[in-house]
């Protein structure tokens, strides 16, 4: 099974600034098949980014994933108060699809 | 607009039983592949369960291999999980995805508690 491991757990950050979020895979993630979500408090996950960097529909170009093998970002350019939240990155190279444990943006 | 919409969650007791469901619509559901993903209370994200498209294949994962069965009703474009012998730990919001790889729709989730 592969483990994915989120950095920071929480990043404090404010509107306009840019935010860096990391997941590192215990072993490599071929192909790039690597997924980013996104969760508000409530609300369903929704799908961000998948093969390390293509943006699902709808979702904005302040979005963007990027890496490969067993390190992964996911950058947001510019903060908007709607995109504080917990992120979650998911790799399907390997069945079953693991999950990493997120990392919550919050307003600073 | 495609939609999935999952119903059924409940209080149970431990070692009880239930089964929820999730209605599809505005897709082809015969064609896609699905899965069951759970979250317990204040936790990240777990998957528990995969169906093929045909429902031939099935896999579960290893903390409900054994208790949950997964199963399709293609004709009634519906996604079932039968879930027995519940224990605490079994306690968590339960969603139904569409499955590409990764999850590219999602329901808005039903909760089921596990508790005396």
């Known amino acids: 099974e592969i483990v994915l491991t989120q950095s920071p757990g929480t990043l404090s950050l404010s509107p306009g600034e840019r935010a860096t979020l990391s997941c590192k895979a215990s072993?490599?993630?071929?192909?790039?098949?690597l997924a980013w979500y996104q969760q508000k408090p409530g609300q369903a996950p929704r799908l961000l980014t998948y093969a390390a960097s293509f943006r699902a529909t709808g979702i904005p170009d302040r979005f963007s994933g990027s890496g490969s093998g067993t390190d992964f970002t996911l950058t947001i350019s510019r903060l908007e108060p709607d995109d504080f939240a917990v992120y979650y990155c998911?790799?399907?190279?390997?069945?079953?699809?693991?999950f990493g444990p997120g990392t919550k943006v919050e307003i600073k | 607009e495609m939609q999935l919409v999952e119903s059924g969650g409940d209080l149970v007791q431990p070692g009880g039983s239930l089964r929820v469901s999730c209605a599809a619509s505005g897709f082809s559901f015969r064609t896609y592949e699905m899965s069951w993903v759970r979250q317990a209370p204040g936790k990240g994200l777990e998957w528990v369960s995969y169906i093929s498209s045909t429902g031939s294949t099935r896999s579960y994962a290893d903390s409900v291999e054994g208790r949950f069965t997964i199963s399709r009703d293609n004709a009634k474009n519906s996604l079932y999980l039968q879930m027995n012998s519940l224990r605490a730990e079994d306690t968590a919001v339960y969603y139904c995805?569409?499955?590409?790889?990764?999850?590219?729709?999602w329901g808005q989730g039903t909760r089921v508690t596990v508790s005396s």
């Open positions: 072993q490599s993630v071929s192909s790039g098949y």
């Open positions: 995805a569409r499955h590409v790889g990764y999850f590219d729709s």
């Open positions: 998911q790799q399907y190279h390997l069945s079953p699809g693991t």
